[in-house]
């Protein structure tokens, strides 16, 4: 039986990556040299929306799929948010059971992107993932902390023709808070 050394690093007065604590920045990505040039100059970091704004989004990814758990499957829905403009682009997600007694959920959502509700309340309904693309809802985002990442998440939906009321009362509140009297 033979049996592998363990690979050691060679001594060098240059200290790796690996040495470095995870807070500190990696000096590297010169602006010289070999590799693919970018421009990160418009990246900005994507940091959760803040909770129970209303936010006008279309929804731009919708998949079904199998249950993290293994119990039934899950709907994964993805919008991207238009409105307020200072949030433009951001994304928000909410994974959706679609076992029985968790049906509630996405039906709130296919109703607010435009499905009528009297012709989806049959026993035989069929949920095509692609129809609701593009379409358009107001987005409330709570935020939830995952592996130690704050992340906004879809709370409620409502329809995008409500928008205009939320957005008019959401501007009241926040003129409110600016300007108590």
Same mark, same amino acid.
């Given at each position: 039986?033979?049996t &592998? ?16 604590? @995870? ?8 602006s %010289?040299?070999?590799?693919? /040039? ?10 959760? /929306? $803040?909770?129970?704004? @209303?936010y006008f ?8 799929? @199998? ?17 307020? !403009?200072?949030? %433009? ?9 679609? =076992? #029985? ?9 296919? !109703?607010?992107?435009?499905a009528? @509700?009297?012709?989806? &309340?049959?026993?035989?309904f /069929?949920?095509?993932?692609?129809d609701? =693309?593009?379409? $358009?809802? !107001?987005?409330?985002? !709570? ?15 409502? $329809? ?6 939320? &957005?008019?009362?959401?501007?009241e509140?926040? /003129?409110?808070?600016?300007? #108590?009297?």
């Amino acid at each position: 039986m033979t049996t &592998k050394n363990p690979v050691k690093p060679q001594d060098t007065d240059q200290e790796s990556s690996q040495d470095k604590a @995870p807070d500190q920045a990696l000096d590297i990505g010169a602006s %010289e040299g070999e590799g693919e /040039v970018l421009d990160f100059t418009g990246v900005s970091n994507y940091d959760p /929306v $803040p909770e129970d704004k @209303p936010y006008f989004c279309t929804i731009s990814k919708f998949d079904i799929g @199998p249950a993290r758990k293994g119990q039934g499957k899950t709907a994964t829905v993805e919008v991207t948010v238009n409105e307020p !403009v200072e949030w %433009e682009s951001r994304r928000i997600i909410r994974y959706y059971s679609l =076992l #029985p007694q968790s049906l509630f959920s996405i039906y709130n959502l296919i !109703v607010a992107a435009g499905a009528d @509700p009297d012709k989806i &309340k049959v026993s035989d309904f /069929v949920l095509n993932p692609q129809d609701y =693309l593009g379409m $358009p809802l !107001v987005a409330f985002a !709570v935020n939830n902390t995952y592996q130690g990442e704050t992340r906004s998440n879809i709370r409620r939906t409502a $329809p995008s023709s409500e928008w205009g009321e939320l &957005k008019k009362m959401w501007d009241e509140v926040e /003129v409110e808070e600016v300007m #108590p009297f």
